[in-house]
T-cell receptor, first 112, second 114 residues
Framework: SQQGEEDPQALSIQEGENATMNCSYK?????LQWYRQNSGRGLVHLIL?????REKHSGRLRVTLDTSKKSSSLLITASRAADTASYFC????????????FGTGTRLTVIP | DGGITQSPKYLFRKEGQNVTLSCEQN?????MYWYRQDPGQGLRLIYY???????QKGDIAEGYSVSREKKESFPLTVTSAQKNPTAFYLC?????????????FGPGTRLLVL
Protein backbone atom coordinates (compact mmCIF):
# COMPACT_ATOMS: atom_id res chain seq x y z
CA SER A 1 0.00 0.00 0.00
CA GLN A 2 1.19 3.53 -0.70
CA GLN A 3 -0.76 4.84 2.25
CA GLY A 4 1.18 6.90 4.74
CA GLU A 5 1.69 5.91 8.33
CA GLU A 6 1.36 8.45 11.11
CA ASP A 7 3.22 8.19 14.34
CA PRO A 8 2.18 8.21 17.11
CA GLN A 9 -1.35 6.84 16.71
CA ALA A 10 -2.45 8.89 19.72
CA LEU A 11 -0.90 11.81 21.59
CA SER A 12 -2.04 13.52 24.77
CA ILE A 13 -0.46 16.80 25.93
CA GLN A 14 -1.15 19.73 28.24
CA GLU A 15 -2.38 23.02 26.85
CA GLY A 16 0.57 25.25 25.96
CA GLU A 17 2.88 22.37 25.07
CA ASN A 18 4.04 21.61 21.55
CA ALA A 19 2.71 18.61 19.63
CA THR A 20 4.73 16.76 17.02
CA MET A 21 3.28 14.20 14.61
CA ASN A 22 5.19 12.23 12.03
CA CYS A 23 4.24 10.74 8.69
CA SER A 24 6.17 8.20 6.66
CA TYR A 25 5.40 7.12 3.10
CA LYS A 26 6.72 4.62 0.60
CA UNK A 27 6.75 6.11 -2.91
CA UNK A 28 8.22 9.32 -4.34
CA UNK A 29 5.78 12.17 -4.01
CA UNK A 30 4.79 15.37 -5.78
CA UNK A 31 3.43 16.99 -2.64
CA LEU A 32 2.39 16.11 0.89
CA GLN A 33 -0.58 17.65 2.68
CA TRP A 34 -1.78 17.70 6.28
CA TYR A 35 -5.46 17.67 7.18
CA ARG A 36 -7.35 17.96 10.44
CA GLN A 37 -10.58 16.16 11.35
CA ASN A 38 -12.76 16.94 14.33
CA SER A 39 -14.70 13.95 15.60
CA GLY A 40 -17.50 12.98 13.21
CA ARG A 41 -16.79 15.81 10.79
CA GLY A 42 -15.16 16.32 7.41
CA LEU A 43 -11.47 17.01 6.92
CA VAL A 44 -10.01 20.49 6.76
CA HIS A 45 -6.85 21.25 4.81
CA LEU A 46 -4.04 22.70 6.94
CA ILE A 47 -0.91 22.97 4.85
CA LEU A 48 0.75 21.65 1.69
CA UNK A 49 4.47 21.12 1.17
CA UNK A 50 5.96 20.31 -2.23
CA UNK A 51 8.69 17.75 -2.84
CA UNK A 52 11.28 20.48 -3.48
CA UNK A 53 10.51 22.23 -0.17
CA ARG A 54 12.01 21.30 3.19
CA GLU A 55 10.03 23.42 5.64
CA LYS A 56 6.87 25.46 5.67
CA HIS A 57 5.09 27.56 8.28
CA SER A 58 1.49 28.62 8.72
CA GLY A 59 0.58 30.35 11.98
CA ARG A 60 1.32 27.89 14.80
CA LEU A 61 1.96 25.07 12.33
CA ARG A 62 5.37 24.03 11.08
CA VAL A 63 5.79 21.23 8.55
CA THR A 64 9.04 19.63 7.51
CA LEU A 65 9.69 17.21 4.67
CA ASP A 66 12.66 14.88 4.25
CA THR A 67 12.33 13.17 0.88
CA SER A 68 15.49 11.10 1.44
CA LYS A 69 13.84 9.50 4.48
CA LYS A 70 10.34 9.65 2.94
CA SER A 71 8.98 11.35 6.03
CA SER A 72 7.28 14.52 7.17
CA SER A 73 6.50 16.04 10.53
CA LEU A 74 3.79 18.43 11.70
CA LEU A 75 4.55 20.60 14.70
CA ILE A 76 1.78 22.51 16.47
CA THR A 77 3.23 25.07 18.85
CA ALA A 78 1.57 26.43 21.99
CA SER A 79 -1.29 23.96 21.70
CA ARG A 80 -4.84 24.82 22.70
CA ALA A 81 -7.76 22.65 23.76
CA ALA A 82 -9.39 23.52 20.42
CA ASP A 83 -6.52 21.73 18.63
CA THR A 84 -7.95 18.41 19.85
CA ALA A 85 -8.65 16.46 16.67
CA SER A 86 -7.24 13.76 14.39
CA TYR A 87 -4.50 14.79 12.00
CA PHE A 88 -3.86 13.04 8.69
CA CYS A 89 -1.09 13.30 6.15
CA UNK A 90 -1.91 12.76 2.48
CA UNK A 91 0.49 12.25 -0.38
CA UNK A 92 0.22 12.95 -4.09
CA UNK A 93 2.47 10.52 -5.93
CA UNK A 94 5.02 11.72 -8.43
CA UNK A 95 3.80 9.27 -11.07
CA UNK A 96 0.71 7.21 -11.60
CA UNK A 97 -2.63 7.86 -9.92
CA UNK A 98 -3.66 11.49 -9.73
CA UNK A 99 -5.29 11.24 -6.32
CA UNK A 100 -4.26 11.56 -2.69
CA UNK A 101 -3.29 8.67 -0.41
CA PHE A 102 -4.21 9.28 3.22
CA GLY A 103 -2.41 7.99 6.27
CA THR A 104 -4.06 6.39 9.28
CA GLY A 105 -4.00 9.53 11.41
CA THR A 106 -2.77 10.75 14.79
CA ARG A 107 -5.40 11.41 17.44
CA LEU A 108 -4.31 14.51 19.40
CA THR A 109 -5.85 15.37 22.76
CA VAL A 110 -4.94 18.70 24.35
CA ILE A 111 -5.83 18.81 28.03
CA PRO A 112 -6.90 22.25 29.33
CA ASP B 1 -22.02 30.34 1.29
CA GLY B 2 -19.70 28.24 -0.85
CA GLY B 3 -18.72 24.70 -0.07
CA ILE B 4 -19.66 21.06 -0.26
CA THR B 5 -22.85 19.63 1.13
CA GLN B 6 -23.63 16.01 1.82
CA SER B 7 -26.97 14.52 2.64
CA PRO B 8 -28.32 12.90 4.60
CA LYS B 9 -26.19 13.14 7.74
CA TYR B 10 -27.31 9.65 8.80
CA LEU B 11 -28.60 6.92 6.52
CA PHE B 12 -29.98 3.52 7.40
CA ARG B 13 -29.86 0.64 4.97
CA LYS B 14 -31.83 -2.55 5.07
CA GLU B 15 -30.23 -5.74 3.84
CA GLY B 16 -30.44 -6.07 0.06
CA GLN B 17 -31.27 -2.41 -0.43
CA ASN B 18 -29.43 0.12 -2.59
CA VAL B 19 -28.99 3.56 -1.07
CA THR B 20 -27.70 6.78 -2.59
CA LEU B 21 -25.60 9.41 -0.83
CA SER B 22 -25.75 12.93 -2.17
CA CYS B 23 -22.78 15.26 -2.69
CA GLU B 24 -23.11 18.77 -4.12
CA GLN B 25 -20.50 21.51 -4.49
CA ASN B 26 -20.77 25.14 -5.61
CA UNK B 27 -17.03 25.77 -5.75
CA UNK B 28 -16.89 25.29 -9.54
CA UNK B 29 -14.39 22.48 -9.02
CA UNK B 30 -13.74 19.98 -11.78
CA UNK B 31 -12.63 17.07 -9.60
CA MET B 32 -14.73 15.23 -7.03
CA TYR B 33 -13.99 12.26 -4.79
CA TRP B 34 -15.70 9.73 -2.53
CA TYR B 35 -13.89 8.24 0.48
CA ARG B 36 -14.84 5.67 3.05
CA GLN B 37 -13.62 5.97 6.64
CA ASP B 38 -13.89 3.14 9.14
CA PRO B 39 -13.53 3.78 12.91
CA GLY B 40 -10.01 4.76 13.86
CA GLN B 41 -8.84 4.45 10.27
CA GLY B 42 -7.68 6.70 7.49
CA LEU B 43 -9.59 7.47 4.32
CA ARG B 44 -9.84 4.99 1.46
CA LEU B 45 -10.76 6.17 -2.02
CA ILE B 46 -13.89 4.65 -3.55
CA TYR B 47 -14.33 6.60 -6.81
CA TYR B 48 -13.14 9.88 -8.24
CA UNK B 49 -14.09 12.06 -11.17
CA UNK B 50 -11.83 14.60 -12.81
CA UNK B 51 -14.43 15.93 -15.23
CA UNK B 52 -18.11 15.69 -16.01
CA UNK B 53 -19.24 12.36 -17.51
CA UNK B 54 -16.02 10.64 -16.50
CA UNK B 55 -15.04 8.77 -13.35
CA GLN B 56 -12.42 6.28 -12.20
CA LYS B 57 -12.38 3.47 -9.65
CA GLY B 58 -10.39 3.98 -6.51
CA ASP B 59 -8.97 1.37 -4.17
CA ILE B 60 -12.29 -0.03 -2.90
CA ALA B 61 -14.86 0.47 -5.69
CA GLU B 62 -16.51 -2.96 -5.44
CA GLY B 63 -20.13 -2.70 -4.32
CA TYR B 64 -20.36 1.01 -5.13
CA SER B 65 -21.41 3.01 -8.18
CA VAL B 66 -21.29 6.70 -9.09
CA SER B 67 -22.42 9.11 -11.78
CA ARG B 68 -21.19 12.56 -12.80
CA GLU B 69 -23.86 14.07 -15.03
CA LYS B 70 -23.38 17.59 -13.68
CA LYS B 71 -20.23 19.40 -12.57
CA GLU B 72 -21.65 20.22 -9.16
CA SER B 73 -23.04 16.78 -8.30
CA PHE B 74 -21.37 13.40 -7.64
CA PRO B 75 -23.83 10.94 -6.02
CA LEU B 76 -22.62 7.62 -4.61
CA THR B 77 -24.81 4.51 -4.61
CA VAL B 78 -24.04 1.79 -2.12
CA THR B 79 -25.39 -1.36 -3.72
CA SER B 80 -26.55 -4.59 -2.13
CA ALA B 81 -23.27 -6.12 -3.34
CA GLN B 82 -21.42 -4.13 -0.66
CA LYS B 83 -21.60 -6.58 2.23
CA ASN B 84 -20.06 -4.36 4.89
CA PRO B 85 -21.32 -0.85 4.17
CA THR B 86 -21.35 0.53 7.73
CA ALA B 87 -18.89 3.44 7.66
CA PHE B 88 -18.50 7.21 7.48
CA TYR B 89 -18.58 8.44 3.87
CA LEU B 90 -16.81 11.64 2.88
CA CYS B 91 -17.10 13.55 -0.36
CA UNK B 92 -14.43 16.01 -1.47
CA UNK B 93 -13.66 18.27 -4.39
CA UNK B 94 -10.62 20.03 -5.79
CA UNK B 95 -9.93 22.46 -8.60
CA UNK B 96 -8.56 19.66 -10.75
CA UNK B 97 -5.72 19.53 -13.21
CA UNK B 98 -2.49 17.60 -13.14
CA UNK B 99 -1.33 18.27 -9.60
CA UNK B 100 -3.86 17.96 -6.83
CA UNK B 101 -3.74 20.84 -4.44
CA UNK B 102 -6.21 21.32 -1.61
CA UNK B 103 -9.19 19.02 -1.31
CA UNK B 104 -12.32 20.47 0.26
CA PHE B 105 -14.45 18.05 2.24
CA GLY B 106 -18.13 17.82 3.00
CA PRO B 107 -19.42 17.08 6.53
CA GLY B 108 -19.91 13.36 5.80
CA THR B 109 -22.71 10.81 5.84
CA ARG B 110 -22.78 8.01 8.39
CA LEU B 111 -24.29 4.84 6.93
CA LEU B 112 -25.68 2.22 9.26
CA VAL B 113 -27.15 -1.17 8.46
CA LEU B 114 -30.42 -2.21 10.08
Amino acid sequence: SQQGEEDPQALSIQEGENATMNCSYKTSINNLQWYRQNSGRGLVHLILIRSNEREKHSGRLRVTLDTSKKSSSLLITASRAADTASYFCATLLQTGANNLFFGTGTRLTVIP
Amino acid sequence: DGGITQSPKYLFRKEGQNVTLSCEQNLNHDAMYWYRQDPGQGLRLIYYSQIVNDFQKGDIAEGYSVSREKKESFPLTVTSAQKNPTAFYLCASSIGGQDIETQYFGPGTRLLVL
